[in-house]
């Protein structure tokens, strides 16, 4: 479910924001969150955008080691975000 006060859909300005947030202090995250964001973007709406944006409060190393599986996303609503981000660093890997 998403968090109150925060909107279901796309914006161009929300768009933009999440792209400056996907800048982060370590290049992998870079690199992968806005290939996500590149790939998904458009399609972010509901409880994925609302997901999405919990993961972008964590913090970096909490993050990568998320999207690395070297942790375990606990929150379960997460849980299908985490799996296209990891999608996208698979793909970008290779």
Known sequence: MAEAGRD????????????WQCRRGLLELDVVLETFLERYGSQLQGEGLASFEILLDYA?????????ARAECRDARLAKVVQWIRDCRDRTDS
């Open 60 to 68: 970096d190393n909490d993050l990568l080691d998320v999207i690395c």
């Open 8 to 19: 279901t859909q796309m914006d161009a300005q929300r768009l933009n924001r999440l792209r």
